[in-house]
Each structure stands twice: as C-alpha cells, then as structure tokens.
C-alpha cells in the first residue's frame, strides 16, 4: 500500500517538476544575474521540495513555496558572493596598485542594473514585473507582507529609472527579461 501513495507522490512532483523547473530556473537567473548557476539553484529547489513533498503538495500554493525556496538559495548565494568579494576586495585594497574609476560603459545593461539593487527590491521587481506575479503572489513567495512588495517594488522601480537613466525603465526591464526567457528556452 505503501509503494502506491509513493508512486503517486513520485508521478505528481514529477509533474510538478516539468511545470516549473524552467520558470524557477529564470527566477534564479534573473535573482543571481548568473545563469550558469540559474539551472543550479533551480535543482536545488527542487531536491528540497521533493524531500518535504507531503508537506509542499498539501501547500494552498505549491509554486509560490518553490518560489520562496528559490529566493532564499538565491539570496544565500548572494551573500556568499558579496562575502568573498569583500575578502577579494580586503586583500587587494592593501595593495599599493589601485584602480581609479574604472571605465564604465555609458548605458547600464538591465541586467547590471538589476544586480545593483538589494535583493529584497530585485526580487520584487524580477517577480512582480518578469513574472507577473500579483502582489499577494510576491508575498507569498518572498514571505514577507503585500505592503512591503509594494514599496519595495516602486522603490525598486525608481532605482532601475535612476540607473538607466530614463522614465522608460518598466519597458526595459519587460523586454530584457522576455529576451532571458526566450534565450534560456532555446538552450534547453
């Protein structure tokens, strides 16, 4: 009786897993500014749903529980990343040699801008704006309040105008994060 509830279990995050592990892949992408490590942190998700599978399919929201899983292994990489540029950084700033005003590129990717932003304001945006998510969805997945997504997302909004330098900031941001989504669709 056993095998039969764990066939069951099996075949239907298998399902679920066919469903969103693109979506949650772009998510990561689109969190971390890394795509090689998007399909990383996508399988990771997944790993830990399937070990709280009960738990996870019982869920109201099953995808929006793997979104916040997805948010959290993003924001922990994040803050590995910063840790060890801040060590990379210690080590060369005690060098003689320094870098003055490195040659910046006139317009700033969306991309670049993205990274740019705390990662509560960029994963309100990438979620509410790349993905659509209502603000109760987005709160759902990131775990924190409906009101906090939207002063996190219109500030976050006004930090990508302010780096990209024009009132169009929205349209970029919609276009740049459908052109990720086609490309990472053609490399699968």
């Known amino acids: 009786m056993g095998t039969v509830v764990d066939d069951a279990a099996s075949v239907e995050f298998h399902a ?3 469903r ?5 892949s772009r998510l990561a992408h689109l969190l971390t ?3 090689d490590t998007a399909d990383d942190l996508a399988a990771d998700a997944l790993l830990a749903l399937w070990h709280r599978w009960d738990r996870v399919r ?5 995808a929006a ?3 916040g899983v997805v948010a959290n292994l993003a924001r922990t990489r994040i803050r590995s990343a910063v840790r060890e540029r801040r060590r990379i950084t210690l080590f ?3 060098r003689e040699e320094k870098a003055e005003n490195p040659d910046v590129a006139g317009v700033v990717d969306v991309r670049e801008a993205l990274r740019r932003l705390p990662f509560r304001k960029r994963a309100c945006v990438v979620l509410r704006h790349a ?5 109760k969805d987005t709160a759902l997945a990131l775990g924190i309040s409906v009101g906090t997504v939207k002063s996190q997302t219109s ?8 780096l990209l330098g024009t009132q169009k900031a929205t349209q970029k941001v919609h276009a740049v994060m459908a052109r990720t989504d086609e490309t990472r669709g053609r490399n699968r």
């Open 33 to 35: 500014g890394e795509p």
């Open 58 to 62: 019982a869920a109201d929201h099953p």
């Open 20 to 24: 969103h592990y693109a979506e949650l």
């Open 92 to 94: 060369w700033s005690q």
């Open 131 to 135: 993905f659509d998510l209502s603000e």
């Open 16 to 18: 679920f897993f066919e």
């Open 65 to 67: 529980y793997a979104r």
């Open 155 to 162: 500030k976050g909004m006004a930090e990508l105008q302010r």
